[in-house]
């Protein structure tokens, strides 16, 4: 991977950071529904596996838009392949400290 | 809906699949209609979010047929065949928990021995699917307990829902030595053969309601292996 991937990676993960959860003011990020993401320079792309907490999520195609959105914003992106995956299973195992310390705050048993 | 591929596996695996999506989304549905008039207000929030959890699967699992070369142009939450038990609103409360009982009750077992299928985008969901039954399982058992505690008009109405439901919900799997079936498991796509599916679902119910019968399905000749009902 070229450095010029990494930092657009690095970009991209940043961007995530500022997509919410429409439901609970916590990014996708700490959430922890991001599985993987990718970026091809070549194609100028990027790839992003995602798993949602529960498979009747309401929210899941808002999340998707916000995250297309997000991620086309940055100058070296054309296109977001967005894969929904039910594996890993999302447990709250995978909610990110940062985000667990400020659901707590928010009253949010975790 | 055309099918690309036509061994007998994958096209038994067809139709439990695509059953099992239609048959999630019925059962959303039934359980979405008891959102507003449940006996108490926790079950009524109970059912909310058991018809959001069945709609869920049944979107996901609609895709499952694209991957096995099916495209279903009925595909979706207003079109299917369910099983006839489900395809209406359902009567009365008792209904609704013997539903949850056989029909999800033979469903979540189909899908718990595909956890390790061979077509992993099935594998993928059955997990997930996996996780969110238990809850449905914990309603169900607790109603049933429940009524049965009670005795009396409630459990024999229980028992007469959950006898009807089996009726129909035991033959979703189909004969026992059903080539397409049997090949399904040979090539690892499933792991329990229909009789064991039917004897796990019965041997539970039978524990959890006393008195209530649950016999093997018999004449299978106007069995419709599409719509597996």
């Excluded at chain 2, 299928?117 to 399982?137: C, D, V």
Aim: charged share 25%.
């Amino acid at each position: 991977m070229s450095v010029t991937s990494d930092s657009v990676e690095a970009r991209l993960w940043e961007a995530l950071r500022g997509v919410e959860d429409p439901e609970i003011p916590v990014s996708v990020v700490g959430m922890g529904l991001i599985v993987s993401l990718a970026y091809r320079a070549s194609e100028r792309a990027a790839d992003l596996e995602i798993t949602f907490t529960a498979m009747g999520c309401p929210a899941m195609d808002f999340i998707e838009e916000d995250i297309r959105s997000a991620l086309l914003a940055d100058p070296d992106v054309d296109m977001v392949n967005i894969e929904v995956v039910w594996d890993p299973v999302w447990t709250k195992d995978r909610i990110r400290a940062e985000a667990r310390s400020r659901m707590r705050n928010l009253g949010i048993a975790v | 809906m055309s099918v690309v591929r036509v061994d007998a596996a994958t096209v038994t695996m067809i139709s439990l699949i695509g059953s099992l999506a239609d048959n999630k989304g019925a059962l959303g549905r039934r359980y979405g209609e008891w959102a507003v008039s449940a006996p108490t207000i926790e079950s009524a929030v109970a059912a909310a979010a058991m018809a959001q959890d069945e709609l869920g699967h049944a979107r996901s699992t609609y895709p499952v047929l694209a991957k096995l070369g099916v495209e279903r142009e009925d595909a979706g939450l207003d079109a299917g065949h369910p099983l006839v038990v489900i395809s209406s609103e359902l009567p009365d409360w008792a209904s609704f928990i013997a539903a949850n009982l056989v029909v999800d009750g033979v469903l979540t077992t189909f899908v718990a021995g595909a956890r390790d299928s061979s077509i992993e985008p099935l594998a993928q969901r059955a997990r997930k699917i996996l996780q969110e039954e238990g809850a449905h399982k914990v309603h169900a058992e607790a109603w049933a307990r429940r009524m049965a505690r009670v005795g009396g008009p409630d459990l024999e109405l229980l028992v007469r829902r959950t006898e009807e439901m089996w009726a129909s919900a035991a033959r979703w799997p189909g004969p026992d030595g059903h080539d397409g079936y049997t090949a399904a498991v040979e090539a690892g796509m499933v792991a329990s053969s229909p009789s064991a599916i039917r004897a796990q679902v019965r041997d539970w119910l039978s524990a959890l309601l006393g008195g209530v019968s649950l016999d093997e399905p018999g004449d299978w000749s106007e069995w419709d292996e599409q719509y597996r009902r």
